[in-house]
């Protein structure tokens, strides 16, 4: 998994305009975020701004942020189609498991190889909070860097460094 980390990191760096500015959230921040929780969830890597989406829209809600949210029933359908996919992920890891497949270094696998938790799907708020509290950790990465509240321009070198 570290090596797939990497190339995927890699690859957002690589993309990175020389010399001139950018926007570091959509271009970074997001990209970084959807690609890594797409690993570690083993999530359909062509859906990860799924992931996003789902993220950013949850933790717009009211009882996340302590303010009004605008839009109560695209919370709450994003909720449900989040939902749905990682259920059929767990469903469809869980089934290729039953046939002989070894389990792999994701947290749904690492989830369903534990005795204490290998029956969360039952346990659908349990999954959700699990599913949007890792998004919640993986995101923690700065819309701003910390060290400018310039737009960024990152030159050929910077780019090694920050891998």
Do not use: C
């Not at 303010?67 to 919370?75: H, K, L, P, V």
């Not at 290729?96 to 994701?106: K, N």
């Amino acid at each position: 998994m570290e090596s797939l980390i990497r190339s995927r990191t890699g690859d957002v760096l690589d993309s990175l305009p020389v010399g001139q500015p950018f926007d570091w959230v959509p271009t970074v921040s997001k990209e970084l975020t959807g690609r890594m929780l797409a690993t570690l969830l083993d999530f359909p890597y062509d859906e990860r701004d799924k992931l996003i989406y789902w993220s950013d829209l949850l933790a717009g809600a009211a009882s996340a942020t302590g303010g009004e949210f605008t839009d109560e029933e695209a919370m709450f359908d994003a909720a449900a189609d989040m939902a749905r996919d990682f259920s059929r992920l767990w469903r469809d890891k869980q089934a290729r498991r039953a046939a002989g497949e070894a389990p792999g270094f994701d947290l749904i696998s690492l989830l369903q190889s534990s005795e204490d938790t290998r029956d969360l799907i039952n346990r659908r708020w349990s999954l959700l909070a699990i599913w949007h509290y890792s998004s919640s950790v993986v995101m923690t990465l700065p819309a701003t860097p910390w060290w400018t509240n310039e737009p960024v321009s990152i030159q050929r070198s910077s780019k090694q460094t920050l891998r």
